[in-house]
């Protein structure tokens, strides 16, 4: 299908005259995925897991659909690997107080990747600070890559937890996360994989990467803001313990004494976001109905589109690989003597919708020598003439800002 046919699906891209380049962000849903949601709020509506009344059961068994559904996609061996929360966010923050606190020791390595948005380089500052473990970093060179040496050199006997991006959210790059996984495993480590930015663009297949934890949100997927997924090992989420307590992570409470419930309802404290798990489920049907390889040629065209005619404007600066294969849908950059925020308000005065900032990348940003940049990232709906309308926009910010043609 053309990426015009498809448009068709999205409401808001043919509601609204915007050419929407914040993919990275957030993605637009498609009908689908709203009506999925509408459905359940009109006729599946009760507490899952609460009730034996039949409204109750259905809304249990749509829930657990979309937990099957969700292992399916990233193939997981079996449905009790996955664990619903609110985002990425959560999901890395929860190994971070569950795993990390537990099993971390003074004394041994943390080593996170310098390419890591906050939301997998926080908690592990956390952690190391309340463990005394020692924080490393795997470095990249200008183009994003981390090399066999880095890794080789940096994760070490001691290291017992890596954290790396599957796919940079500023430079687009892929990780080599399965060598990072084959390294910390021979030291007796685990591998927890930011697939944030993957998700939507790649397919995951934790058995052959052999991750132990795997996390990305809904809502950059097609999918509703407010659900997120965390993978995990079996074997690791048996040993794990809860996160946050209360209703329905339980198997019994007395006064003396309390049993936690088994597999993922350990971590699902609370009235869990059924509506938002039907919601991604359809999400990811959608993808599915597509397919990755369409999906991956339709954005690599774009992306390829985007970087050679931005790349051929004087004053404009490209960040990472000049290869369009290694952005994955994102394309970064900036203009002399322009700082980006101003970049993005022209843009956005004529209706396109990028990110400007440090896209909570900062350290990376520094790496690279930065303070901040444009990001244009784009989706399968995405046209030809958007890009072109992007790049043309772009080529007359500098003589807006003053600075002659």
Request: proline share 4%; glycine share 6%.
């Amino acid at each position: 299908m053309s990426s015009n046919a498809l448009r068709e699906d999205f409401p808001l891209l043919n509601s609204e005259k915007t050419i929407y380049l914040d993919n990275a962000a957030t993605s637009q849903k498609p009908s689908s995925v709203i009506e999925a949601e509408r459905n359940f709020y009109l006729n599946q509506n009760a507490n899952p897991l609460r009730g034996f009344y039949p409204l109750s059961l259905e809304a249990t068994k749509a829930y657990e659909d979309a937990r099957r559904k969700v292992a399916s996609f990233i193939n997981a061996k079996n449905a009790q690997e996955i664990v619903f929360t609110r985002n990425t966010t959560e999901s890395l923050n929860l190994v971070a107080y569950s795993y990390g606190l537990s099993f971390i020791k003074p004394g041994d390595e943390i080593v996170v990747s310098i390419l890591e948005h906050h939301s997998n380089m926080l908690p592990w500052r956390m952690v190391a600070e309340k463990t005394k473990a020692k924080l490393k970093y795997l470095f990249c060179d200008e183009n994003g890559l981390i090399t066999d040496e880095t890794i080789n050199e940096v994760i070490t006997k001691d290291t017992k937890l890596v954290a790396i991006g599957q796919v940079s959210n500023v430079l687009g790059c892929k990780n080599p996360v399965e060598k990072v996984i084959k390294k910390v495993h021979e030291n007796g480590g685990v591998a927890v994989i930011d697939a944030a930015q993957s998700a939507p663009h790649i397919p995951i297949n934790v058995q052959s990467l052999d991750a132990d934890f795997l996390a990305f949100s809904g809502h950059k997927l097609l999918g509703p803001m407010g659900i997120g997924v965390l993978y995990v090992k079996e074997n690791i989420l048996k040993k794990m313990p809860p996160f946050l307590t209360g209703g329905e992570m339980i198997e019994s409470v007395t006064i003396e004494k309390v049993t936690y419930a088994e597999g993922p309802q350990k971590f699902e404290a609370g009235t869990v976001n059924a509506a938002g798990a039907v919601g991604l489920k359809a999400a990811i049907d959608y993808i599915e109905s597509i397919g990755f390889d369409e999906i991956s040629k339709k954005e690599d065209s774009l992306t390829k589109r985007a970087i050679d005619k931005l790349g051929a404007l004087p004053h404009v600066h490209i960040l990472g690989d000049k290869d369009y294969k290694n952005h994955h849908g994102i394309v970064s950059f900036t203009i002399d003597n322009v700082h980006p925020h101003d970049v993005s308000e022209i843009l956005s005065s004529e209706g396109i919708c990028v990110r400007a900032g440090h896209h909570c990348a900062q350290p990376l940003l520094k790496h690279l020598g930065v303070n901040s940049c444009t990001r244009a990232s784009f989706m399968f709906y995405n046209t030809e003439e958007e890009i072109d309308a992007f790049v043309l926009s772009v080529s007359k910010i500098r003589e807006k800002m003053g600075y002659g043609k």
